[in-house]
């Protein structure tokens, strides 16, 4: 009997269902990224908050933070690229030879904030529905 009640007793500590991901922190970070678009400082914190819980997130939400720091650094590329040109473009501009430049370079750089936006919202979606992000290596959306 004393066989039967322990059997019975760690048969009631042991979990049932599976408890799921945590969805708060890559949540977080998803919208310190969007906070990020007026300050700044925020996409830092939330870079490094994803760095950070990456390496012990599940198998979902490792997407999710493959997926914001990749969003970043893509960002950042584009947006050095596309502020180099305007940099350029401006001391050309005084002679005209420039302003293809300027604009090539705004252009870039708005794009890529909206490109980032909308990156971050499609990712708040697929959390939202508690799935993985499907394409997290991606360029596209």
Known sequence: MTQQAATTTAD??????DVGEDRTLPGAVYVLYLVGLVN?????LGLILAYLMKGTAGPKAETHYDYLIRTVWMSVG???IGGLL???G???SIIL???PALVAGAAI????GVWFTVRCIVGLVYLGRDEAHPRPKTWLI
């Open 12 to 17: 009631m500590v042991s979990p049932a269902a």
């Open 40 to 44: 700044g400082l925020t996409i830092v």
């Open 78 to 80: 584009l947006f050095l």
């Open 86 to 88: 305007f940099v350029m």
């Open 90 to 92: 401006l001391p050309l």
């Open 97 to 99: 030879i420039g302003i």
């Open 109 to 112: 750089m708005a794009v890529t």
